[in-house]
């Protein structure tokens, strides 16, 4: 099946938050003296926090319908309870980057969380319980928000060395 083109464009729309709240597009768009570094990398972090609980929810989705984990093959109910124990996973480890105090560290677990999430979705794809049309922008969605978010860890290492 074709991917529809609503995924897309809004897919790429997803990505402008994460990469309009870089540094380097703060200094670009000359937001920098209207919002601090530290507002505008705490709600890239929140949004970096939303997304990867989206991304768990797609599981949840899927086996709230019992889409096929194995090509065609119904889930048996183990699958079905792994399916949803993942599901809630990304939620877990957002809710834990959104309560950390460091910038970094914060950045990193969503990062980690965010490449975690590929991987999980490259798994089920080759199995046949995820649409293989959704991998390849999941991929480039994936980079454009873990390089974003590592961005704004940088900033934050760079913070961290001036004092």
Do not use: N
Not at 27 to 43: D, F, H, K, P, Q
Not at 131 to 148: C, E, F, N, Q, V
């Amino acid at each position: 099946m074709a991917m529809h083109p609503a995924p897309y464009a809004l897919g790429v729309l997803g990505a402008v938050p994460f990469v309009g709240l870089t540094p380097q597009a703060r200094r670009a768009l000359g937001y920098e003296s209207v919002v601090s570094a530290e507002t505008t990398a705490r709600v890239q972090i929140g949004y970096g926090a939303s997304i990867l609980s989206f991304l768990g929810g797609i599981h949840w989705g899927l086996g709230a319908v019992k889409h096929s984990v194995v090509r065609d093959l119904p889930p048996t109910p183990a699958q079905l309870t792994t399916r949803y124990a993942w599901s809630v996973t990304p939620s877990l480890l957002a809710w834990q980057a959104s309560l950390m105090s460091s910038e970094i560290m914060a950045c990193g677990t969503l990062i980690g969380g965010l490449l975690t999430c590929a991987g999980v979705d490259t798994a089920y794809a080759k199995a046949g319980g995820y649409p293989k049309w959704l991998i390849p922008l999941r991929y480039g969605l994936t980079a454009a928000a873990t390089m974003s978010l590592a961005a704004t860890a940088f900033r934050g290492v760079e913070q961290r060395e001036k004092k």
